[in-house]
């Protein structure tokens, strides 16, 4: 499976790297830059597959401030990503938690911050992201996901909207062996 | 000021608001008159439970001849309702738009209901008036009239007609002009969509129409098409090819965000890229719009699409598309035989496919695709070559980037000449195909009655063999996860359609006697 990410790097001394780990893996290591915004791995899937994105460079010194006035930051956007070729809708990185390593500087400030954030796709502190888990066969779990996913309004005024704006996959059983008997 | 009241009849969507009353209506204000439009549709459907509703959309789609008595208690309780809301206006005009052929019984029983009762002038218009008046119930074997419209006029149930587009007629007959497309007079393509007043919602607002997703509206970029399909009615009802202007367009698409809180603007055209200088152009427009104000982000569009060979686009115009909102595409690529697309008249390839879907899936822009099974050439080979379609784009299905498959009924073709070409089709019509199937409702005849056919030079394309193919193409969509739009309705017509030609015992499967007989089916 070819899995490209989309990011919007922002520089503070450096760019922020990410390493792409599948599986307790680590498949690839990238500096994200605003020349090269996008890191491309093919990763190998397994029966079960925990996708997740570590942020690893980030340090405090990486934010600049005066007088706790932020002059320039190093922090990273998720915008979005494509897998073999094809854009992926939102949900599937909203549906994703970022699991921050919070400063022990932030920390003295902030008792008890969040330890896992859903759909937090701004990175300001390292980190790691984790996508929902998905089987082997991602077009499958993908397909069932998103139409579960589809909001259909007005299901009352007309129940036939499913399968006039989603489309259906019934097989029509009878109705084709009815068809068969005919011809 | 004299009064005009523009009635919307069943049967139509409820998604959004009928695109001839918000356009008529705003004609007819801006030649001096008063108007006001009283959607019966929507009416009518908010005052009945969703039971009688389907009830009363199966008689209006000729599925049942007959409303149950309690039903149709409920519609003249309704029809008097309504009636109370169109008195109190009190018109000196009612207009009674009449959308398809889905809407041609409901007009006749809401004439039936109404003309008695005002001493309006009443005018019809719209694609169902041009029907055979044979399709409505109880009028059985009429040879007198030509058309529903003239039936209707000869009943005394209607004044005037309007024949094809009714945007320059409608004012002309207002005026006591008797031109082009009035009373049984050829009609004639409008003469500049530029020229035409913006449509108006006033009385139709979008946000309060059953919409699936996003409130939405019909908006009409251009008329007629480019290409001139041998399957398509098209060139017919507009002969030339007619673009609005970006200007006229844009304003259109900001009035209806701004004033109407509309999304999803569904592009009536038969090609959105019918003409890629005046598409790009409205893609550009659209990213500058959204980018000159954020609360203009949320536009969609939607409509139908043309695949386009590689010389005439770039990549650049997909991301053009996708940033300017292209939502979904209902794209006609017909068939995977180059062979039978070229007869068609479809000049694109098959590499031209592929890169239609990768820049649609590149793009997160989704398609619905439309296929035609059993073209009058199309062999076994062809056949295989719809199958490998279906193997091949598999993963864009199951992405959703194809949303949906749409196979139909299988060749259709009321009138073969246009079909027809020296050395691969000559067409022979069972002259006693219609009476094979007079059981059959009138709303499943009418799809039967196209299938009557089979091209002397392709004989093995037996209707048993259409349907075969079918039946193989459903089979394999599921089994390969493609999801398909209105499979199990056309399965069932194809049953009922088979049904009944099986039980008049005329139905053969046997080649052997195909031959011989020259059995259609």
Redesign the interface.
Same mark, same amino acid.
């Given at each position: 499976m070819k899995l490209s990410l989309y990011c919007t790097p922002h520089f503070c001394s450096q760019w922020p790297k990410i390493k792409v780990i599948l599986n307790n893996k680590e498949i690839n290591t990238f500096e994200i830059t605003e020349k090269n915004p996008s890191a491309i791995v093919n990763i190998e899937l397994e029966e079960q597959n925990n996708l997740e994105i570590n942020y690893y460079n980030k340090k405090e010194e990486h934010t600049t401030h005066i007088n706790g006035v932020i002059l320039q930051d190093q922090y990273l956007n998720l915008d979005f990503i494509?897998i073999?070729? !094809?854009?992926i809708?939102p949900w599937v990185l909203t549906d994703g938690y970022y699991n921050p390593k919070y400063f022990a500087g932030y920390l003295k400030h902030v008792s008890n911050p969040e330890e896992k954030i859903k759909s937090q796709l701004i990175w300001h502190f390292p980190g790691v992201f984790s996508f929902p888990i998905f089987p082997k066969n991602f #077009?499958?779990w993908?397909?069932e996901q998103?139409q579960s996913k589809?909001? !259909?309004?007005?299901l009352? $005024?007309?129940?036939e909207?499913i399968?006039?704006?989603?489309?259906?996959?019934?097989?029509?059983t009878e109705?084709?062996q $009815?068809?068969?008997e005919?011809? | 000021m004299k009064k005009f009241a523009f009635i919307n009849i069943p049967s139509q969507e409820?998604e959004r608001p009928p695109a001839a009353a918000a356009l008529l209506s705003s004609i007819i204000r801006s030649a001096g008159w008063d108007c006001k439009v009283f959607d019966f549709n929507f009416f009518l459907?908010k005052n009945v439970s969703?039971d009688t509703w389907n009830m009363l959309e199966s008689f209006w789609r000729c599925k049942t001849l007959e409303l149950p008595k309690n039903v149709k208690q409920i519609l003249n309780d309704i029809n008097e309702q309504f009636y109370e809301l169109v008195k109190e206006y009190n018109p000196d005009w009612v207009g009674v738009s009449v959308f398809s052929r889905f809407s041609t019984v409901s007009c006749y029983e809401f004439l039936k209901y109404f003309r008695p009762k005002t001493k309006a002038t009443i005018v019809i218009g719209g694609h169902g008036i041009s029907a055979w008046p044979g399709s409505l119930p109880y009028i059985k074997n009429n040879k007198n009239q030509k058309t529903i419209a003239d039936y209707l006029k000869d009943e005394n149930l209607i004044d005037h007609y309007i024949f094809g587009d009714g945007e320059n007629a409608i004012v002309e007959l207002l005026n006591e002009n008797i031109s082009a497309g009035i009373d049984g007079q050829e009609p004639v393509m409008v003469r500049n969509l530029d020229e035409i007043p913006l449509p108006s919602y006033k009385d139709i607002e979008p946000l309060n129409y %059953?919409?699936?997703?996003e409130p939405g509206v019909y908006v009409t970029a251009s008329k007629g098409c480019v290409r001139r399909c041998t399957f398509c009615n098209v060139p017919d009802l507009w002969p030339k090819f007619s673009v609005r202007s970006n200007e006229s367009l844009m304003s259109e698409i900001t009035k209806n965000k701004k004033q109407y809180g509309v999304n999803l603007i569904h592009f009536t055209d038969s090609l959105i890229n019918g003409s890629m200088k005046h598409f790009r152009e409205l893609n550009k427009s659209l990213i500058e719009l959204k980018e000159q104000d954020s609360t203009m982000d949320p536009i969609k569009y939607m409509g139908q699409f043309i695949c386009r060979t590689a010389k005439e686009q770039t990549e650049n115009d997909w991301e053009l598309m996708a940033k300017a909102g292209a939502h979904l595409l209902v794209t006609g690529f017909e068939s995977y035989s180059p062979s039978v697309r070229k007869h068609m008249g479809k000049n694109y390839s098959n590499e031209d496919i592929t890169f239609h879907f990768?820049q649609s899936?590149?793009?997160?822009i989704r398609n619905i695709a439309l296929m035609f099974i059993g073209y009058p050439i199309e062999t076994a080979e062809d056949h295989e070559y719809n199958k490998e379609f279906l193997y091949k784009y598999q993963? %864009?299905a $199951?992405?959703? !980037?194809i949303?949906?498959?749409r196979w139909g009924y299988t060749g259709m073709f009321r009138d073969t000449k246009k079909v027809e070409k020296p050395g691969n089709v000559e067409m022979a019509v069972d002259p006693n195909f219609e009476s094979k199937f007079k059981n059959l409702p009138q709303g499943v005849r009418d799809i039967a009655l196209g299938m009557g056919w089979i091209n002397k030079l392709n004989p093995t394309l037996t209707l048993?063999e259409r349907?075969?193919r079918r039946?193989e193409l459903?089979?394999l969509s599921?089994e390969l996860? #493609?999801?398909?739009?209105? &499979?199990?309705e056309e399965? &069932?017509i194809? %049953?009922n359609i088979?049904?009944n030609l099986?039980r008049n015992k005329n !139905?053969s499967?046997d080649l052997e006697d195909l031959e011989n007989l020259l059995d259609f089916h």
């Open positions: 494509r073999d070729d !094809i854009l809708e #077009w499958d993908y397909y998103k589809e909001v !259909i309004k007005f009352d $005024k007309d129940p909207r399968t006039k704006f989603r489309g259906s996959l019934d097989p029509c109705l084709v $009815k068809i068969k005919l011809i | 409820l459907n969703i %059953y919409y699936t997703n990768e899936a590149y793009y997160g993963k %864009y $199951k992405a959703g !980037i949303h949906m498959v048993n349907i075969r039946l459903h089979e599921i996860g #493609w999801p398909q739009t209105r &499979s199990k399965l &069932s194809l %049953y088979l049904n099986n !139905i499967g």
